[in-house]
């Protein structure tokens, strides 16, 4: 009889488990960032409009890396603003 233990040391399901894994991670991480950039700001400057909420969760890794530590140096709502439309200007 085929068990679930035989199943998991085929070669197929190794690799699809590693490929599913590695999505995971690829997608999980940034979406984990986002959430917590947006407790930050919103803990900073009261509730953001779903349109500036989209252009965050949108950004890729790189740029919530930056988001991050510029969190840091904002003081009002517009240099959030700010910084997103220079961030969108240097994703073109």
Same mark, same amino acid.
């Given at each position: ?5 035989? $199943? #998991?040391?085929? *070669?197929?399901?190794? =690799? +699809?488990? *590693?490929? +599913? /894994?590695? #999505? ?6 940034? %979406? ?7 407790? $930050? !700001? &919103? *803990?900073?400057?009261?509730? !953001? &409009?779903?349109? $500036?909420? %989209?252009?965050?969760?949108? /950004?890729?890794?790189?740029? $919530?890396?930056? /988001?991050? =530590? +510029?969190? !840091?140096?904002? %003081?009002? @709502?517009? =240099? @959030?603003?700010?910084? @997103? &439309? *220079?961030?969108? /200007? &240097? @994703?073109?």
């Amino acid at each position: 009889m085929f068990t679930m233990g035989d $199943l #998991k040391q085929t *070669r197929v399901y190794q =690799d +699809a488990y *590693r490929e +599913a /894994l590695a #999505k995971g991670r690829n997608e999980g991480i940034p %979406q984990g960032e986002a959430r917590a950039i947006l407790r $930050l !700001l &919103s *803990r900073k400057f009261g509730s !953001l &409009s779903p349109e $500036l909420t %989209q252009q965050i969760t949108a /950004l890729p890794a790189e740029s $919530l890396d930056n /988001l991050t =530590d +510029a969190i !840091l140096d904002m %003081q009002e @709502l517009d =240099d @959030l603003i700010g910084w @997103l &439309s *220079r961030a969108q /200007l &240097s @994703l073109v």
